[in-house]
């Protein structure tokens, strides 16, 4: 199923559940071989389900296991060291010229810091 039937047509679980995307992977030593990914669904980190943006979110953020992990939709998976990928996001975002990573409105819904 493609990404619009399922934001047209999937049923919903829950009222907070929405559709988490890669839609693109932001070139950096830390993910070379993932640059092809371009619009998959997240479907779990490390495991557990991922259900909308804030909780994939606050799942990366406390994470402390050596690999983040991610599945995705069409069998894809992409592995990256956690502690790396963390330390690569300043650089990343700069490289990229984007001002943060996360927007103002889900950085004000954060319980998790």
Excluded at 32 to 41: K, L, R, S, T
Excluded at 54 to 62: D, F, K, S, T, Y
């Amino acid at each position: 199923m493609n990404l619009l039937d399922k934001l047209f047509h999937a049923t919903l679980q829950s009222l907070d559940e929405q559709l988490v995307v890669v839609s693109q992977v932001l070139v950096s030593d830390i993910n070379i071989g993932y640059e092809d990914i371009v619009n998959a669904q997240v479907l779990a980190l490390n495991g557990k389900l991922v259900t909308n943006l804030r909780g994939l979110a606050e799942m990366v953020e406390n994470c402390d296991d050596e690999f983040l992990k991610f599945d995705l939709e069409y069998e894809q998976i992409a592995v990256l060291r956690t502690k790396a990928a963390k330390a690569a996001t300043p650089d990343i975002l700069a490289t990229h010229c984007i001002p943060s990573a996360m927007s103002a409105d889900l950085k004000a819904l954060r319980p998790w810091t």
